[in-house]
């Protein structure tokens, strides 16, 4: 483990040894690159018609919104999650028209990459995988 991470550390500490600047730096790459791709293959998508890039900073925002959706508090559409009555995202002032483009064109893959192998059901998730795999080899020592 790191020098700086111990028993009084926060939960986001050990978070951010597996979602580290690689791999943000990936989501972004790839995510920027699918919406440029829709924009050129569907110039009137209401979304790629509006984007502007993602960066590092709005990723790290976005998965901590995906995060609290899934396990603070589960409601029937994303549109609930961003009505004023709703103190946790409301109040963040994250928008619910951004958070719904970059979910639809968040990636972690190249698509169009002539080496990607496709054959394989994880290949969209698989870079995510092998660096989440290579972080527990590294930090996880089972004692």
């Given at each position: 483990m790191p020098a700086d991470i111990g028993p009084e550390s926060d939960m986001i500490d050990f978070l951010n040894l597996f979602l580290d600047t690689e791999m943000l730096n990936k989501m972004v790459e790839y995510t920027n690159s699918r919406a440029q791709q829709t924009k050129t293959?569907?110039?009137?998508d209401y979304y790629?018609?509006?984007?502007?890039?993602?960066t590092v900073s709005?990723?790290?925002a976005f998965i901590g919104v995906r995060l609290s959706m899934e396990h603070l508090l589960v409601k029937p559409r994303y549109a609930d999650y961003f009505r004023s009555s709703h103190k946790l995202l409301?109040?963040?002032?994250?928008?619910?028209h951004r958070f719904l483009a970059i979910w639809k064109f968040w990636?972690?893959?190249d698509e169009n990459d002539p080496n990607l192998n496709k054959s394989n059901k994880l290949y969209k998730v698989r870079f995510i995988?092998?660096?989440?795999l290579q972080k527990f080899q590294h930090y996880y020592s089972p004692q």
């Open positions: 293959n569907k110039p009137n790629a018609q509006r984007w502007s890039g993602v709005e990723m790290r409301s109040s963040s002032g994250y928008r619910c990636h972690v893959c995988i092998e660096h989440m």
